[in-house]
Nanobody
Framework: VQLQASGGGLGQAGGSLRLSCIAS????????MAWYRQAPGKQREFVAI???????TYADSVKGRFTISRDNAKTTVDLQMNSLKPEDTAVYYC?????????????WGQGTQVTVSS
């Protein structure tokens, strides 16, 4: 499985940005998809996840501001980011689980930079 993220860039506090991630390869094996982020000098942290059934979970820091969505037909996962804050500045990574023959393997995209100015 390969993940290609796009979107991001420079946003202003209170504004919006949208990230997209397209999966290719063995897409039928993909189960959950998610977004993580890593700010400078910090560890990578969970942002949001969506199961193959559409169940979503968010980090407390983004709850009510970010929305994760998924189009199973295209195996894409998007992250709509509203009410941006400077602390949302980070490299955002697309993630998915691939389940084959009972084994689950994680995959990561290359990351896309999001910078929020105050």
């Amino acid at each position: 499985v390969q993940l290609q993220a796009s979107g991001g860039g420079l946003g202003q506090a209170g504004g919006s940005l949208r990230l997209s991630c397209i999966a290719s390869g063995n897409i039928l094996s993909i189960t959950t998809m998610a977004w993580y982020r890593q700010a400078p000098g910090k560890q990578r942290e969970f942002v949001a996840i969506i199961t193959s059934g559409g169940v979503t979970t968010y980090a407390d820091s983004v709850k009510g501001r970010f929305t994760i969505s998924r189009d199973n037909a295209k195996t894409t996962v998007d992250l709509q980011m509203n009410s941006l804050k400077p602390e949302d500045t980070a490299v955002y990574y697309c993630y998915c689980d691939s389940r084959v023959f009972g084994y689950t393997k994680p995959y990561w995209g290359q990351g896309t930079q999001v910078t929020v100015s105050s």
